[in-house]
């Protein structure tokens, strides 16, 4: 069920109605089933995987509570119940990845082993692929249980006796499919006071869903348009159109998973929730290291406190803290995809983060518009990395557009995408208005907090003109074809 959908228009006055009219006591269990509802929506068979996730780390968690079985035990019962948890995702989502690699090793070691004489069995020409349907918002759910386990490992949270509360923690429906990956120190903890219905509260979280759907629906899907017909064929394609193409994509990303995270926050704000922030204006950023602070805080805040502190981090020789950040980026890259462009697209902003911690001296004299602009520009070349079906065609695309850049190659013709000439000035609108948001959102002015103290109606007639604006202009269908959130996929 997606949030840009008529059905979960529907689905969220229901219950909300039904939330707050039920006693206290059933209002858990009935957010439990709203939950496990609107994720088997997508498929039903994947409710199992959800409740099979559920029930490992709450188990696992309370036997890591215990203090029978000594430290080898526990250290047993934690690394047994990391495998189980992470053996769906692996299976899921990084089976094909793994067969093709192994083929191409088989193949390479055929090649050599036939080049020096040694009588080999050729390898198979036709690799196998596993018709797998990827469980939508399995990395973020099942690394929402792990980080739960690894806290009640660590001591920093007691386990859950209450299994049904705990399987709603793991299921919450406005951030189950794509974040924000909660802590349960903060979320899970939320579940065990009463939630009375708030006006104040209901009124932020309607201009907080109504800014997500904008950047969705007017911003995100108008971009999609054009950045999709333009890889699909970035060899036909020219230079300009293509660098057009990532910068739309830049936003299109942004959009749509900004989008997603703020109509979760305010999805969950309605029934009296809080979850943290995803975005603190990213494009806003000084560096890549700031842009990482800003983006996807979620994850990377989870990278940072169950990868690269435990490595060590930045406590250890400049060597092991270079190859602690390599490390991590890189693994922040494979969980974005199963492809070794979405591996080195993360390398490339872990060389990034290093370049940033060599030239910090000199950053701090440059001009805050340019350090601004250099680090959109590099954001741009992971993103080209990042948006590629390959390395290959990200190296082709990428050197496509430096010939415009750099070589001024010749302008044949600028193609719209199925795009016409209002719809692109739309898109530029939008992209500028995103820019202004974020610009005043740095300097500590929040524009939807300056228009809730206004008179209620100008409130009203902004949110009247907000909910026109976005029927009006927002992609519905036809050619558009509006599609799932990005990260859906990932």
């Known amino acids: 069920m997606l949030f840009n959908s008529f059905k979960y228009l529907v689905f969220l006055p229901v219950l909300l109605l039904f939330y707050f009219v039920l006693p206290l006591k059933l209002r858990n269990w009935w957010l439990l089933v ?49 495998c189980a948890l992470f053996a769906p995702l692996v299976f899921y989502k990084y089976s094909n990845f793994l067969l093709q690699n192994a083929f191409r090793a088989l193949r390479l070691f055929v090649g050599l082993a036939g080049a020096v004489g040694k009588p080999v069995v050729a390898a198979s020409a036709q690799v196998p692929e596993l018709d797998l349907a990827l469980p939508v918002g399995i990395s973020f759910f099942t690394f929402q ?56 509260r209901a009124k932020d979280a309607v201009f907080i869903m109504l800014w997500g759907y904008f950047l969705k629906m007017v911003l995100a899907d108008r971009a999609a348009v054009f950045v999709k017909s333009a890889y699909a064929k970035p060899y036909e394609t020219e230079g300009m159109t293509m660098l057009c193409a990532t910068i739309f994509f830049a936003f299109q990303i942004y959009g749509d998973f900004y989008g997603y995270s703020l109509i979760a926050k305010g999805s969950a704000k309605l029934l009296g929730f809080d979850l943290m922030d995803n975005f603190k204006s990213p494009y806003c950023a000084l560096n890549v290291q700031d842009f990482w602070r800003r983006w996807h805080i979620s994850l990377s805040t989870w990278f940072r406190d169950y990868v690269y502190f435990p490595l060590g981090g930045s406590r250890c020789s400049a060597v092991r803290t270079s190859l602690n950040i390599m490390l991590v980026m890189a693994l922040s890259g494979l969980w974005h995809g199963a492809g070794w462009h979405f591996v080195a697209w993360g390398l490339l902003h872990g060389f990034l983060q290093l370049a940033d911690r060599a030239t910090a001296g000199i950053q701090k004299k440059l001009p805050v518009l340019l350090r601004r602009i250099l680090t959109f520009f590099w954001v741009n070349v992971g993103w080209c990395l990042f948006r590629s079906p390959s390395l290959r065609t990200a190296v082709y695309t990428m050197k496509s557009i430096g010939e415009f850049i750099v070589a001024h190659r010749q302008i044949h013709d600028f193609y719209y995408m199925k795009l016409d000439w209002p719809e692109i000035k739309l898109l530029w609108f939008c992209i500028a208005l995103l820019l202004l948001v974020d610009t005043l959102n740095c300097k500590g002015i929040c524009v939807r907090r300056q228009i809730q103290k206004c008179s209620a109606g100008v409130q009203i007639a902004a949110v009247a003109a907000g909910i026109v604006f976005i029927v009006a202009v927002g992609v519905w269908g036809g050619i558009y074809n509006a599609a799932d959130f990005i990260y859906f996929q990932f």
């Open 145 to 200: 249980a792990a980080g739960y386990v690894v806290d009640v490992y660590r001591g920093t949270v007691n386990a859950e006796k209450n299994f049904f509360r705990y399987a709603l923690f793991v299921s919450f429906f406005p951030q189950l499919v794509a974040g924000p990956i909660e802590r349960s120190s903060k979320l899970l903890c939320q579940f065990n006071t009463a939630k009375r219905f708030d006006f104040d």
């Open 34 to 82: 709203c939950s496990y509802f609107f994720y088997m929506s997508w498929n039903a068979a994947h409710g199992i995987l959800l409740f099979a996730c559920t029930a490992v780390s709450y188990t696992g968690a309370r036997l890591l509570q215990r203090d029978g079985g000594g430290a080898k035990g526990r250290k047993l019962a934690f690394a047994l119940t990391l």
